[in-house]
């Protein structure tokens, strides 16, 4: 189970730095007709107070329409902002999206919360618009359970839980914006493993005890970057001084989402 859990999390990885270094093809909707009707939203209009953007009025205009158009894309023809065919079967959960300056470097970004696929398949993405390009850049790609900080940290829970954490620990990325590259580096993954859901491992060996000097029944596993190395668990109280170090005093950025809908991604385009 733990093998089937690392590949899935070696894929997110990988689809990461692989998404940092590719750029994207032009995301302008073709002039077919919607093959689906949006569903009526009733989410609050995107937000138009100042998100730490300090862009001029013309581009900030170039940029709305960029991501207007890329969100136009998706919803009519099924085409996700990185170029990639988007699943066509629609999740009970709605997409959604943000403009904001998540990375705060003085403009703002896409965030899209790509819900129309498969559990599997959902996707979370930041992606930047670089006037005189065709298309938007990838910043990040993951799942879509998303939280950002103020320091350019991000944590990205993994797409499934698949393996000894139980139900009191949810396994993530730690990454970090790094504005030489204008991408997110995945700098930690993070794993637990509760006694309460499993006194073994599969492969039969025991819940360390020895390490558990807390006594919380539950060891973690901080992995440095796509090292899945699983031999050096660590205990409660290590773990919550290790995030706390990496945290610090950031704060959890409040992002406004909309769901992605036709009448929202028009308030996108009309905005100041």
Known sequence: MKRVLTIIATIILTSTI?????????ASPSDAQPT???AESTAEPVATEPTGSAQPGDQKQQLYAAFGDALENLLQNRVLPDGIPSDDQDSTVASRFAVYDVDADGQDELILLNNTVTMAGTSGYVFDYEEGTEG??????ESVNLTFYDNGLVKAGWSHNQG?????FWPYNLLQYDATIDCYRPYYSVDAWDKAYGETNEQGQPFP???DKSGAGIVYYIMQGMDFDYSSPVDQSEYTAWLNQQIGSAKELSIPYVDLTKENVAKLRSMP
């Open 18 to 26: 692989a998404a940092c270094s590719n750029s994207v093809t032009p």
């Open 36 to 38: 689906a009707t949006a």
């Open 136 to 141: 938007l850049q990838t910043e990040l790609l």
């Open 164 to 168: 000894l954490a139980g139900d009191h």
């Open 209 to 211: 005890t020895e390490i």
